[in-house]
């Protein structure tokens, strides 16, 4: 059975930086995407980051240039660094993957989810 756990997240000051792990079972992240995702309260959940199993990464508008997505694939876990974090950044951050190789967008798209993890960012 496919599992995700994130972790990494909590309170920091604007302009700090985190870095949030997202650890995967049964889920190869040299094959598959993960991709990272956030939800603020009241919002839809977006896109942040995606890795494919080529080790593309791909990034939403706002995280380039601040995010990074990478992985190690001896943990099988993708990371997301996160730098000149910003109020508008708080939200719940959660990893995912498909059932499927492919990537994209849109969250509706992503079969396997981890239970997300706080950040907050204040001013």
């Known amino acids: 059975q496919v599992q995700l756990v994130e972790s990494g997240g909590g309170l920091v000051q604007a302009g700090g930086s985190l870095r949030l792990s997202c650890a995967a079972a049964?889920?190869?992240?040299?094959?598959?995407?993960v991709a990272w995702f956030r939800q603020a309260p009241g919002k839809e959940r977006e896109f942040v980051a995606a890795?494919?199993?080529?080790?593309?990464?791909s990034y939403a508008d706002s995280a380039k240039g601040r995010f990074t997505v990478s992985r190690d694939i001896a943990k099988n876990t993708v990371y997301l660094r996160m730098n000149n974090l910003k109020p508008e950044d708080t939200a719940v951050y959660y990893c995912?993957?498909?059932?499927?190789?492919?990537?994209?967008?849109?969250?509706?798209?992503?079969?396997?989810w981890g239970q997300g993890t706080q950040v907050t960012v204040s001013s």
């Open positions: 995912a993957t498909r059932r499927s190789v492919l990537g994209g967008t849109n969250y509706q798209n992503y079969d396997y």
């Open positions: 049964a889920r190869n992240v040299s094959t598959y995407v």
């Open positions: 890795i494919d199993g080529g080790a593309r990464r």
